[in-house]
C-alpha cells in the first residue's frame, strides 16, 4: 500500500514535467533551436572562411603580380627593340652624313684641283702600329696602281705600295719608308720629308738635311713640291711642331704633324694622273 501510494502522489509530478518538456521542446524546436544550430556552425566555420578568403585574395594577388612581371618584361623588351632600331637608325643617319660630307669635299677637290685625276676609295682595314699601312676597297680594276699618292680632304696620307683587281695596300706618311719632296710655304726651302722609327709612335715624322741656317720655325706648313714624279705639287703635308739640330753633319731636323691622320681617315683619293708632277 505504501509503495502504490507514493507512485501516486508522484504520478501527477511526472505527467506534468513530461508535458512541460514536451512543450518546451516544441517551441525550442519551431523558434531558436536553428539559429542557435546555425550560430554554432557559423562561430565554427567563421575562422575557416576568413581563411579561405585570405588565401583567395593572396593567390589574386601573385596572379596580378606576375601578370604585371609579364607585362612589364614584355614592354621592356619592347622598348629595348625600339632604342637598338633607334641607335641603328642613328648609326646608318651618321655614317651617311660622314659620307655626303666626304663626297661634298671629293667633289670640292675635284672642281678645284682640276690639274689631278682622282679615284674615291674606303679604308677597310689599317694597320696603326709600327709599319702604319691600309687597305682598300678598289684596286686595279678601279685605275689604282703602285706608287700612286693617296689623299684626304686634309692633305697627303700616303701613297700605294701594291694593288690586286678589287683591293690595294698602302703605307702612310708615318711608315720609315716613306720619303716625300716638299717645301717650306713661308721660306720656300726645298727638303725631303720622312718617316721616322723614334716618331711614329707619335704619329709624328720629320722633314731631314735642313741647312743649319735655315729660317724653319714652329707653325710653318709643309707641303708637297711636285719633284721627283710621284707626288703632285701643293698638296699638304703637315705643320712645323719642334726643330732637331744634328751636330754630326750640322743641319736641322724639322718635327711634323701629318695635316691627314690615317686612324681618323675612312675615305680617301687616289690621284691617278697629275699635271703637276717634275721628274
Known amino acids: 500500500m505504501r509503495l502504490g501510494t507514493i507512485k501516486s502522489r508522484f504520478f501527477p509530478i511526472s505527467l506534468a514535467v513530461s508535458i512541460l518538456l514536451s512543450i518546451l521542446s516544441i517551441v525550442i524546436y ?4 536553428l539559429t ?10 567563421s575562422p575557416i572562411h576568413m581563411a579561405a578568403d585570405a588565401v583567395t585574395d593572396g593567390v589574386a594577388e601573385l596572379s596580378k603580380y606576375f601578370a604585371d612581371i609579364d607585362r612589364l618584361t614584355k614592354e621592356n623588351e619592347r622598348l629595348a627593340g625600339e632604342n637598338e ?13 660622314e659620307e655626303n660630307k666626304w663626297l661634298r669635299n671629293f667633289i670640292g677637290l675635284k672642281t678645284e684641283r682640276t690639274s689631278l685625276t682622282l679615284v674615291d676609295a674606303k679604308i677597310v682595314a689599317r694597320d696603326v702600329g709600327f709599319i702604319r699601312t691600309f687597305t682598300l676597297d678598289k684596286g686595279s680594276f678601279h685605275g689604282i696602281s703602285k706608287n700612286m699618292p693617296v689623299i684626304t680632304e686634309k692633305g697627303l696620307l700616303g701613297i700605294i705600295t701594291e694593288t690586286s683587281p678589287n683591293t690595294s695596300r698602302g703605307i702612310s706618311l708615318l711608315n720609315h719608308n716613306m720619303s716625300v719632296g716638299v717645301y717650306m710655304e713661308r721660306t720656300m726651302t726645298s727638303a725631303v720629308l720622312t718617316g721616322s722609327f723614334e716618331l711614329h709612335s707619335k704619329g709624328l715624322c720629320k722633314v731631314i738635311n735642313l741647312p743649319s741656317d735655315s729660317d724653319v720655325v714652329v707653325g710653318d706648313p709643309v707641303y708637297t713640291s711636285g719633284y721627283g714624279g710621284i707626288y703632285p705639287k701643293d698638296v699638304a703635308v703637315g705643320t712645323v711642331v719642334s726643330i732637331e739640330p744634328n751636330p754630326a753633319n750640322y743641319t736641322l731636323s724639322a718635327i711634323v704633324q701629318p695635316a691627314a691622320d690615317m686612324s681618323l681617315s675612312d675615305y680617301v683619293m687616289v690621284v691617278t694622273g697629275s699635271m703637276t708632277l717634275y721628274e
Open 85 to 97: 632600331k633607334l641607335v641603328a637608325e642613328n648609326r646608318d643617319t651618321k655614317a651617311i652624313e
Open 30 to 33: 519551431h523558434t531558436n533551436s
Open 36 to 45: 542557435f544550430i546555425y550560430g554554432a556552425v557559423g562561430l565554427v566555420a
